[in-house]
């Protein structure tokens, strides 16, 4: 008969009791912390030898943590983004762990020690132009179910500058539409926000939601987005849909489909956008769900074309003409000012 390793039973009620039961954790970071430790069972029984039912807390110590972190770094290709979500889910275990199991206090501080990467500030998002989001959209057939859904996802997934669960966790009931038109996402900590929707989208998902009895009463809680057995999708099926027609546009037109395409390009896609159609970052922020526009700001950062026409503009309203007489060239204040522009 099997036995419940230590491990199993801590982190049971770590998740039961403690994130659910004292911190109320919400739907968001049960789900991060449960892929996490998913990552950590399959790293150790590939590389560890050490399968599920096995593991106990003595295999698990700073040295193990370490090799999992660079484990998703080398093999999973994670960026320090990913690995430092990782890490911090593995602190609050092991924070927890303190608490449970005193008699290794040392071994859990030892891991608790591990420190974050560095992101530094990034400057590239991997976005399409709206001309490049318009030929992916003019891959997908219209004359299949699948079809018909698929574009009403993308689109949407666009549209509204979702996060890909927000999008799929989205039911019937989430759409309002009648005017105004909008939807409903449920962010991270589980706020709310309301993003407008335009007349074209809403006659897709009209239609899509007819096609699909969507509008009868008794489906308004089912997934906006179904599989093949009417449940909800995943992040990859959402990931291999969009690559299904990316691969395509690709083929055609390299030149405006980046190599790398995920559903969170449409979403930094959006943004640029609506940066360079004018809109205030204030209402970006809030159209994605920002909690600070500092988040936001890596838009303004990376639209190199708004720089170049914000520094064309200051020219032209602030220097006069005779200035034009000599040359910026020799001005080491104006040579030193655009040196820092950047930074």
Known sequence: METITDFAKYLTRFFTEYLVGERGASSHTIRSYSETFTLVLTFMDKVRAKSADRLTLNHFNKETVLGFLDWLEENRKCSNSTRNQRLAALHSFFRYMQYEDVKRLGQWQDILSIKVKKQGKRTAVNCLTVEGIKFLLEQIPVNTKAGRRNLALLSLLYDSGARVQELIDLTPVSLHLIKPYYVTLLGKGCKKRIVPLQNEQVNLLMAYIKENRLDNLAYNQRPLFANNRGEKLTNSGVTYILNLYAKNARMLRPEIIPKKMSPHTLRHSKAMHLLQSGINLVYIRDI?????????????????????????????????VKANEASWEKDSKLREWLRNFNK
Not at 304 to 314: D, G, P, T, V
């Open 288 to 320: 994605l769900g920002h909690v600070s526009i500092l988040t936001t700001e890596v838009y303004a950062r990376a639209d190199s074309k708004q720089k170049r026409e914000a520094l064309e503009a200051a020219y032209v309203n602030v220097i006069p």
